[in-house]
């Protein structure tokens, strides 16, 4: 089983990135993908989604409801329970009784360590389900759309690809090419998180992609602090 092992990444380089075959280059085995369980991708990424979703507008309580200004029946005689607008909780479409007053965030903060083997451990899945590939760079000869489609095909990357590259401003050919499919997107390594790992088929990284995660996730791994549970969030900490 994954979660029962650690899993040294062994992974697919190609020399260009184009349709030739990729050959297997090995990693140094210092870093090591951690045992891969669900939990912290499933809390990680159930983080995400209501993050994504914004807030829930204020909710309108009796007095804010329009119209119910008259009483919908006497308040005796006819055998009816006593009620003084149709605008109350107990009628339907009426007003909403403590309910979100102000607008109501559903960002929460996980805890570092969590966040941390979140993305080791979706980084192993990804590794082992062979969805985590590896170019030197992201140079290509031409920016025409059908070209990319061609090197995603050949190289049975799936219907959704994930590049990560080191640095914002990428090569413009392969920035063109890819603006104009929709299931293949850039970004940024400091960027990368479990909820876009997830969405995508496939992870395809660059060299020094690679050694800037490698170097973060090391440094997170083993920091004299990691116990520390008073730790301040800082954007930068991945």
């Known amino acids: 089983m994954i979660g029962q092992r650690l899993l040294f990444i062994s992974l697919r380089a190609g020399r260009k990135f184009s349709t030739e075959a990729a050959e297997i280059i090995e ?9 891969a369980t669900r939990f912290p991708v499933a809390n990680v990424g159930k ?10 507008p204020p909710k309108q309580v009796r007095s804010e409801m329009p119209g119910g200004g008259r009483k919908p029946w006497p308040q005796k005689g006819m055998g009816r329970a006593r009620h003084g607008s149709i605008r109350s909780p107990l009628f339907k479409g009426g007003g909403i009784s403590h309910g979100p007053r102000s607008p109501t965030p559903h960002f929460y903060m996980l805890p570092f360590a ?3 083997m979140g993305l080791l451990s ?5 590794l082992a389900q062979d969805d985590l ?20 095909r050949t190289r049975n990357w ?13 090569p413009r050919n392969i920035t063109v090419a890819s603006d104009a499919i929709n299931h293949i997107n850039l970004m940024p390594v400091y960027g990368l998180n479990v909820y876009s790992m997830l969405k995508h088929e496939t992870l395809v990284l660059t060299m020094a992609a690679v050694e800037k995660i490698e170097e973060r996730l090391l440094y997170q791994l083993h920091r004299s602090d990691a116990m520390c549970k008073e730790k301040k969030f800082k954007v930068n900490q991945v």
Request: aromatic residues 6%; hydrophobic residues 45%.
């Open 27 to 35: 990693k140094s085995s210092d870093f090591a993908l951690r045992a």
């Open 47 to 56: 983080r995400t989604l209501p993050f994504l979703d914004g807030y829930d």
């Open 114 to 116: 969590q966040r941390v």
């Open 122 to 126: 979706t980084l192993s899945i990804k």
């Open 133 to 152: 590939h590896i170019v030197p760079n992201l140079d290509i000869p031409t920016e025409d759309p059908e070209f990319l489609e061609d090197v995603v």
């Open 158 to 170: 799936g219907i959704s690809v994930l590049i990560v590259d080191v640095d914002d401003i990428m």
